[in-house]
Nanobody
């Protein structure tokens, strides 16, 4: 059974940093793309970053480019999101997700079958 568990969220002041982790279990994830999504109150869930199965980041949302860095450690089955220079508008629940198909990069959240429970990130002004 696939499980994704996010951690690292919290309350931080604007300009601060957080590092999110997503521990994956239940299969070997080295053949799968992984992604970070977020959902702010009253807004739709959006893709933040996507990283291919070979470890190359293929997408960053415009709003986070230059501030967020995604990486993965396939040996540890863990996905990371380093978030720097945080802004109040980054406040959201952050989710990691894995698509159904291996060797497949997708930016469409409907193609992601496995989701973590989310971790809250709150940035105060």
């Amino acid at each position: 059974q696939v499980q994704l568990v996010e951690s690292g969220g919290g309350l931080v002041q604007a300009g601060g940093s957080l590092r999110l982790s997503c521990a994956a279990s239940g299969r070997t994830f080295s053949s799968y793309a992984m992604a970070w999504f977020r959902q702010a109150p009253g807004k739709e869930r959006e893709l933040v970053a996507a990283i291919s199965w070979i470890g190359r980041v293929t997408y960053y949302a415009d709003s986070v480019k230059g501030r967020f860095t995604s990486s993965r450690d396939n040996a540890e089955n863990t996905l990371y999101l380093q978030m720097n220079t945080l802004k109040p508008e980054d406040t959201a629940v952050y989710y990691c997700a894995v698509p159904k198909l291996p060797y497949y990069d997708s930016y469409n959240q409907k193609e992601y079958d496995y989701w973590g429970q989310g971790t809250q990130v709150t940035v105060s002004s």
